[in-house]
């Protein structure tokens, strides 16, 4: 393929897919009717399915090509903007959160508290573009993003396309984050700016889900890559500044050095004010704000000081904004949830359930937190020797791998990381890829409706690696 080819080919994938957003994106009033069996069987015009099947496929074979002929960051930047534009008049696409993120900003602004009850109970005037799972489920989002989602609703007042409107605005700022902290990562990891800002804006799941669909995960990774970008660029000597004669490279000036990384800090602590699964990087930025080797574990506690202090200030000042104090550090235990494959853990314990009909996915899932907590320190331990940065974007993917739950856009998480910081894995590219494809164009996830048959398939695939794992370990030992 030729650059021109992707771009305008990419581009015709953008405007078919806005087409299934016009005919029958996620709209103001929720329709339980809408699913995945309306859509195949074209009750609601065949227009809608054939569009939004070319569409997908058009902007997943143009990403994956294009990032073989990306000319420049420039023009990658370009590109993923033109594809961007098509579906910004049009419905939200793939979910319906946007309106749970409404709702949830309307009891925010009006007094009430969105982390001790349900937008159903509080009354907010969107409720029936609610989806049913969050209707009764408090905000499991942090301050942050509570605060902007009322000043929205402050703005927009009654008009429900208002208020997606400014979440959409608010979304996009964070892809333009991203857009300015992923190249600056992969200039400080070696890697090529060019192909890393691609593989990240143009995968079809930033366009669908975090552009069209207005997810405040997109908020969240562009803090994220830009506060490790800061991380790591305070320990960058500024010329002329010599090697030493041990060997050893100088850090910048005391005074400048610490503000960076309080300033890092504060990034970071911006994107746990929206999503907790940000603090997972902060042990790794702390890592990358020094030198190799300056890693001893007796080195580490001032770049902790300083990262940890911004980070606390500013959650803290979001805590005091928001007027609930720590309260939304609970209220995000009780998330809305949802039992589907996408989860590993889910998975398995939807198998053992069918199994054996014990309640299996509690325990699974706990299984799944716990490996969590011993791969992100087995990660941190190795990232002391060597590349704290794509161990971040390591940490993230475990993250998406053994949460209880996933949605398609969570892969944008490590995405954003590691394309900017390792080289390319197909594997990871793969399963975007696949991601993408998981909804329909109002929202409903395909894995709902084929919960069983794909927790067999995840099982019976963790199941070979595990297999696959301990012969090549048996191998090596041998």
Not at 3 to 25: C, D, E, I, N, Q
Not at 192 to 198: C, G, I, L, N, V
Request: aromatic residues 8%; glycine residues 12%.
């Amino acid at each position: 393929m030729t650059p021109r080819l992707v771009r305008w080919g990419g581009l015709a994938g953008s405007a078919a897919t806005a087409g299934t957003a016009w005919l029958g994106g996620a709209g103001f009033e929720r329709v339980p009717s809408i699913n995945p069996v309306t859509l195949l069987s074209g009750q609601r015009g065949v227009a809608l399915p054939i569009l939004w099947v070319l569409g997908t496929a058009a902007l997943i074979t143009a990403w994956w090509f294009g990032r073989h002929v990306v000319p420049s960051t420039r023009w990658a930047l370009v590109t993923a903007g033109l594809w961007f534009l098509p579906v910004l008049p049009f419905l939200p696409l793939g979910s319906a959160d946007v309106y749970s993120y409404a709702c949830q900003g309307y009891v925010q602004y009006a007094g009430g508290d969105p982390y001790a009850t349900g937008v159903g109970e509080f009354g907010c005037p969107w409720v029936s573009s609610v989806a049913s799972s969050w209707l009764d489920s408090p905000a499991p989002y942090g301050p942050l993003f509570l605060l902007l989602a009322a000043r929205v609703v402050a703005i927009a007042g009654d008009s429900l396309a208002g208020v997606v409107a400014g979440l959409r605005v608010i979304a996009v700022a964070g892809v333009a984050l991203i857009a300015v902290g992923v190249p600056a990562l992969a200039r400080r990891c070696g890697i090529d700016p060019a192909r890393a800002t691609w593989m990240v804006l143009a995968c079809p799941i930033v366009l669908v889900h975090l552009v069209s669909g207005a997810h405040n995960d997109a908020l969240m990774v562009g803090l994220i890559v830009t506060g490790l970008a800061l991380a790591a660029g305070a320990s960058a000597p500024r010329p002329p500044s010599p090697r030493r004669p041990d060997g050893t490279v100088p850090l910048p000036a005391a005074g400048a050095f610490w503000v960076r990384l309080a300033v890092a800090g504060a990034v970071l602590g911006f994107a746990v004010g929206v999503k907790a699964t940000a603090i997972v990087v902060v042990p790794f930025a702390v890592l990358a704000a020094l030198p190799a080797d300056r890693r001893a574990l007796r080195d580490l506690w001032r770049p902790a000081g300083a990262i940890g202090g911004g980070l606390l200030l500013s959650t803290a000042a979001l805590s005091v904004a928001s007027g609930r104090g720590a309260g939304w550090v609970a209220g995000l235990l009780r998330s809305g949830d949802s039992v589907t494959w996408g989860s590993p853990s889910t998975a398995v314990g939807l198998v053992i359930e069918f199994g054996t009909g014990l309640p299996a996915v509690p325990v699974t899932r706990l299984i799944g937190v716990v490996i969590l907590a011993v791969v992100l320190v087995v990660l941190w331990w190795r990232a002391r020797r060597d590349d704290p940065l794509g161990h971040a974007g390591l940490a993230l993917a475990a993250t998406v791998l053994c949460a209880p739950v996933f949605h398609p856009w969570y892969a944008t998480w490590p995405l954003a990381v590691l394309a900017a910081t390792r080289a390319e894995n197909r594997w990871l590219l793969g399963l975007c890829a696949f991601a993408a494809t998981l909804t329909t164009p109002a929202g409903y996830n395909w894995a709902l409706y084929t919960r069983l048959p794909g927790a067999l398939i995840v099982t019976a695939a963790l199941v070979t690696l595990l297999v696959v794992a301990v012969r090549r370990r048996r191998r090596v030992v041998a």
